[in-house]
């Protein structure tokens, strides 16, 4: 059925983009490129329908049953063939119980034989034994879809009528197979046909509901068209490509999140908003991600690893263990579980992951795709595209165009019953605007406000008149839900197994799924691969979660698998039975020691035929006509007759009595067994009688979800420490953080803030690896803690609630890392090696000038590359392996050519100045900040360098000889640090560091005037060199600015 089709979409899409992103990087590999989930340690949940997006952080981590799972029900070892399908996703629960379920194609044969594949191989290599399908009521016997004794050519015909759309891949598995498996139904009868029939009535109107959305959308052009500007009518445009699958997934998501970094909004590439929309940060991550990946140099890293903790721990079974499924597939846990198992064992014995980047990335990539929750994804994208809306669209008639096109979109796909739950949810919320109607009048209104004439849509009267029926098929699917899970247990608890497979489209699915994890239950869901580009003229779409045929209803319906559903239902019970009458006959034979007359042979089989048809109203009777002897088999030839609904179909049948053993056999005679089941799905195609309709729950009380635009539910308050948070999200020295469903609600202040503070961090390229580990410690974490260091933006608002003077605010102002605007600039500071202490505050203030803006890159001279890691909170190897922003600076403390470490202040001006000549800095330059076109090493000084040296007689020769050569080039010279004021106060000298490091991306083609303003006699310049005023005046000015710049940065 269509049902569904946009959270088909949405998963299609997603299952695109994700494959798109792995492939070329996991087959290599080998890596597990599955979604997985892990049971949640409470479930607070109640009802089949729960609030998707509520959970708390608590309920996401990992339950510590998970691993005392039995292997047999552990769903993280079930593995499908790739060339079938892939899992979808994975759910450990605490009960025992395990699901795999299939989402079918249905009628696409490409999708129906690898679901006839993967059946196989879960019954022959996973033990499953008992399928259960949707569209069936019963046992179903594939005696009846083998008309010959001849194997070859009953496996023909199965395949001829799985290519028609007649019989399912799970029908195909069930003739082909020699495994012992048993196939049951798990519809109401009634239900499924009822639903039959309103499918059927409801496509009756399909011309002329065809015709009023497609004038609407004419219309709703044409207005677009005059009062849109080009980016709210590209937005428009954009979306109405994505919802018709013209771009897919990932390129919407990066429109979006363009559109959104241009003007400055909220975008979902920023990682920081992990905790706002985790699934689609975390899609736009996983993009990132792929592009630094080499399937190549991780298996290499691995290799590398298992051969280090061989030297540390080698005769540990567990090391052993854990290493052995670094390179499976089935790592037998969540991705998260899996590499903090990993992360313990390497704390134990000191293993630096700084020296193994594509095992954290591949760890990383991992983690975030595991934890997409596909049921999440589309509420995210749908408030996303609602705050996009609101600041693209700002006039009345704007903001009246827009709901227009948004009912109408709902409208037309509750009409097409393409609807998913959310978007039922959606319809719920406004379904007394959403109608034909409402749309007419409101179109009509708003093209004479424009001055755009539109042609009449329609019967908008006629289609209202249809809306009962809509709601009513809708309240049948769902009903249909609430049984399946039911009859699925029951069986499973009658024949005594604790694992089955269920068989259902993608509607009926996602409910499924919610059931099973409100039981406890583990499941798989998995989707058959098919080529969505292929099909034939007969369907409307066809989606790897979700039925779309034209003229269907859903899984297993009445264009698909009638024959299946009827056919089985209505013939299974003789062929279950053995027909005992037959056995009997038997029996008789082999007492009489010889054949009976045929004539009294037929009249007995016929005898206890009719008593049989009487036991079940006479819904089937069959009459035997012809007997005959084939060796040790007495073949009797039948007339059956089915009857339904008032109406007969007709089907010859050849039973086989095996007269040594007693077996008995019943099958479609083999002379026009295909034009009898075509002819018998044919016939069911008229028309039903009109009955009663059936008492079903209301659609609104059926979908319970609490959706945009309603309000959203209030969360469950859980007390999730920082260091919870830390320890869940430390995986191989990075954070990985553990982010529920619907971001931070609910959870305390100091733990989203500490969070979103390393979130920030990584943003920037720059793991904060000293708060990281406070927080793993259970230290407590304070604002000074969450801004160090963070290079983040003034908060000026709280500047002013501060009390802080205008001439302060001003000046902070000025300073605002996240403001500058100037040219490219290589910023250097030579630092004596004697007494590097003394510029900490410089280096620091330098560095996240460096991370906030691209157009800046550092070289430090004189300090030890680890002097400099830590005070940056870095580690050693990511400054040297230069990853993200620090791939802008670099830390020089060897004497060039001797290899030696620079031991005096002479040793790094030395080094710095053959640099500069010998174009090493302006190289440096050039690739850091991405500098294209021609730029000669005079030009690159007098337009791009900035320099910050000492105030002794080395460093000062050499900035003149600098300026000598180059007027243009900036220089600051730092105040002497042993002027009596500094030597004795330890927060002055490191105000006036901080200043200096700040204000040296700023003085290219500096404002005098400004700065004479803002830093009144603070800084002076003589002969073209800046720096510090040493008046008392001026250092307590520079002390003031120092202290509120660290009292508001980080704060916005």
Avoid: C
Wanted: charged share 25%; hydrophobic share 40%; no cysteine.
């Amino acid at each position: 059925m269509q049902i569904g089709v946009e959270e088909k979409k949405l998963t299609k899409r997603l299952n695109h983009t994700i494959a798109i992103l792995t492939l070329l990087f996991f087959v290599a590999s080998g890596a597990n490129v599955y979604p997985q989930q892990i049971s949640p340690v409470s479930e607070s949940v109640t009802g089949a329908h729960a609030k998707d997006g509520m959970r708390s952080v608590q309920q996401t981590l990992p339950d510590t049953r998970a691993a005392q799972i039995r292997p047999e029900l552990n769903p993280y070892l079930i593995a499908i063939p790739e060339a079938e399908g892939t899992i979808e996703e994975i759910f450990q629960g605490t009960q025992d119980g395990l699901i795999v379920h299939i989402q079918n194609v249905h009628a696409n044969y490409e999708a129906e034989t690898h679901i006839k594949n993967i059946l196989d191989h879960l019954a022959r290599h996973h033990g499953f034994s008992l399928i259960q399908l949707e569209g069936a009521v019963s046992k179903l016997d594939p005696g009846i879809l083998k008309p010959t004794h001849v194997k070859d050519a009953n496996l023909k015909l199965v395949d001829l009528l799985m290519r028609e759309g007649r019989v399912t891949g799970a029908d195909a598995f069930a003739v082909e197979t020699d495994l012992p498996v048993e196939l049951y139904g798990i519809e109401d009868e009634a239900l499924y046909m009822e639903n039959v029939r309103m499918f059927r009535s409801i496509y009756a109107h399909s011309e002329e509901v065809n015709s009023f959305f497609s004038e609407a959308r004419r219309a709703i052009d044409k207005i677009s068209r005059k009062l849109l500007a080009p980016e709210p009518l590209d937005f428009t445009r954009k979306k109405e490509a994505f919802d018709s699958d013209k771009i897919d997934l990932l390129d919407y998501l990066t429109y979006l999140a363009e559109t959104a970094k241009t003007n400055g909004w909220v975008s979902v590439a920023d990682l920081r908003e992990l905790t706002e929309y985790p699934n689609l940060v975390r899609l736009m991550r996983l993009h990132e991600l792929e592009q630094k990946m080499d399937a190549n140099q991780l298996k290499a890293e691995a290799e590398a690893l298992k051969s280090e903790f061989a030297k540390r721990m080698p005769d540990s079974d567990r090391a052993a263990e854990i290493l052995s499924r670094l390179d499976e597939r089935e790592k037998g846990e969540s991705p998260r579980n899996y590499y903090r198992e990993l992360t313990k064992l390497s704390e134990e014995v000191k293993i630096d992951y700084i020296g193994y980047p594509q095992i954290r990335l591949s760890a990383e990539y991992l983690i975030y795709q595991d934890e997409i929750d596909r049921h999440g994804l589309f509420r995210e994208l749908k408030r996303y595209e609602k705050y996009m809306e609101s600041n693209l669209f700002k006039t009345e008639e704007e903001k009246d165009l827009v709901e227009i096109i948004s009912f109408t979109n709902l409208l037309e796909q509750y009409f097409h019953l393409e609807m998913s739950r959310e978007q039922i949810a959606l319809y719920l919320a406004d379904r007394e605007n959403i109608k034909a109607t409402w749309i007419e009048s409101h179109v009509r209104s708003l093209s004479e406000k424009a001055g755009v004439p539109t042609a009449a849509l329609g019967n908008a009267a006629g289609l209202d008149a249809y809306m009962a029926d809509l709601q009513y098929f809708y309240e049948l699917v769902l009903k249909r839900d609430q049984i399946f899970l039911d009859k699925v247990r029951a069986r499973m608890k009658e024949l005594g197994q604790d694992k089955t497979i269920v068989v259902t489209g993608g509607f009926h699915k996602s409910a499924l799924a919610e059931q099973y994890r409100n039981a406890g239950l583990s499941y798989v869901v998995v989707s058959p691969n098919v080529d969505v580009t292929e099909g034939s003229e007969n369907y409307l779409k066809v989606m790897l979660d979700e039925d779309a045929v034209v003229g269907s209803v859903f899984a297993g319906t009445f264009a698909v698998a009638v024959q299946n559903f009827l056919t089985q239902a209505f013939l299974s019970p003789i062929s279950l039975s053995r027909l005992v009458q037959f056995d009997a006959a038997a029996a008789a034979l082999a007492q009489a020691g010889q054949p009976l007359p045929p004539s009294q042979f037929i009249s007995l089989v016929n005898q206890a035929l009719a008593a049989q048809s009487a036991l079940i109203g006479n819904r089937i009777t069959v009459q035997a006509t012809a007997v005959r002897e084939a060796g040790q088999l007495t073949v009797v030839n039948l007339n059956a007759v089915v009857r339904v609904e008032g109406r007969e179909f007709r089907f010859n049948v050849e039973a086989s009595i095996n007269r040594v053993t007693g077996g008995f056999e019943v099958r479609l005679a083999p002379e026009g067994a295909i034009r009898q089941i075509n002819e018998f799905a044919n016939q069911l195609r008229e028309t039903v009688p009109v009955e009663p309709r059936l008492e079903v729950p209301p659609l609104d009380q059926a979908i319970p979800i609490e959706f945009e635009p309603l309000p959203a539910p209030t969360p469950v308050p859980v007390v999730v420490t920082p260091q919870e948070a830390a320890n869940q999200g430390a995986v191989l020295d990075e954070f990985v953080p553990l982010v529920p469903r619907a971001g931070f609600e609910g959870v305390g202040e100091e733990t989203r803030n500490a969070v979103e503070a390393l979130l920030e961090a990584q943003e920037a390229g720059r793991p904060a690896r000293r708060l990281f580990a406070a927080m793993r410690e259970g230290k407590p974490i304070g604002e000074a803690e969450l801004n160090r260091g963070t290079g983040e933006p003034i908060n000026l608002a709280r500047a002013r609630e501060a009390g802080l003077s205008e001439e302060l605010i001003a000046a902070l102002e000025f300073f605002d890392p996240a403001t500058y605007t100037g040219p490219k600039q290589l910023l250097v500071s030579v630092v004596d090696p004697e007494a590097p202490e003394s510029s900490r505050e410089e280096v620091i203030a330098i560095y996240q000038r460096v991370i906030r803006s691209d157009a800046l890159a550092a070289v430090i001279y004189g300090v030890p590359i680890e002097t400099v890691a830590d005070w940056l909170d870095v580690r050693p190897d990511e400054l040297r392996m230069g990853t993200g922003a620090l791939g802008r600076i670099q830390v020089i403390n060897e004497i060039e050519r001797r290899g030696e470490t620079m031991l005096t202040l002479s040793d790094a001006v030395e080094r710095a100045e053959k640099d500069f000549i010998s174009g090493a800095l302006l190289n440096f330059f050039r690739a850091a900040v991405h500098y294209e076109g021609a730029l000669t090493p005079q030009q690159f000084l007098n337009r791009n360098a900035a320099i910050s040296h000492g105030s002794d007689q080395v460093s000062e020769r050499f900035g003149e000889r600098l300026r000598a050569g180059a007027r243009g080039i900036v220089s600051l010279q730092r105040i002497d640090p042993l002027l009596d004021a500094l030597r004795s106060d330890g927060e002055l000298r490191r105000a006036v560091s901080f200043f200096e490091g700040e204000i040296l991306p700023l003085l290219r083609d500096a404002d005098i005037a400004l700065i004479n303003r803002l830093f009144p006699d603070a800084l002076v310049n003589k002969g073209g060199v800046w720096q510090v005023s040493n008046t008392s005046q001026a250092l307590a000015f520079v002390e003031s600015i120092y202290r509120a710049y660290r009292q508001v940065a980080g704060a916005a």
